[in-house]
């Protein structure tokens, strides 16, 4: 069953808070939250539609990485925690993708 983007972080979120990292002063939030037990498979059947993964960033099943440019989103599963980011405009979101690359891009 696919939710919406809302619906996905009202159901998985503890909390949310700003988020930053050197070089980067804009608004991107992260929702912070668990899986309830669910696998990566379950968790990607209920993303939005429009999220892709991303599987060079990914390690395996235990941890996957989705991108929607159109909801300027990822979502982040890593053995049963789940991290949700959204960002408030397309210049953060690009700077968002682009720390992300340099994190999970290295493999």
């Known amino acids: 069953m696919r939710l919406t983007l809302a619906e996905f972080i009202a159901a998985f979120s503890r909390g949310a808070g700003a988020i930053g990292w050197p070089g980067y ?20 059947r209920r993303l939005p539609a429009g999220f892709c993964e991303r599987p060079h960033w ?17 979502v982040t599963y890593c053995e049963g925690d789940l991290d949700m980011v959204t ?16 994190v999970y891009g290295r493999g």
Request: with cysteine; charged share 25%.
């Open 87 to 102: 960002c408030a405009d397309v210049a953060g979101f690009a700077a968002w993708l682009a720390h992300q690359e340099q």
């Open 58 to 74: 990914a390690d395996g099943r235990y941890r996957v990485v989705w991108v929607s440019e159109a909801e300027r989103a990822t």
């Open 25 to 44: 002063d804009g608004t991107v939030r992260l929702h912070a939250g668990s899986s309830g037990g669910m696998d990566s498979y379950d968790v990607e």
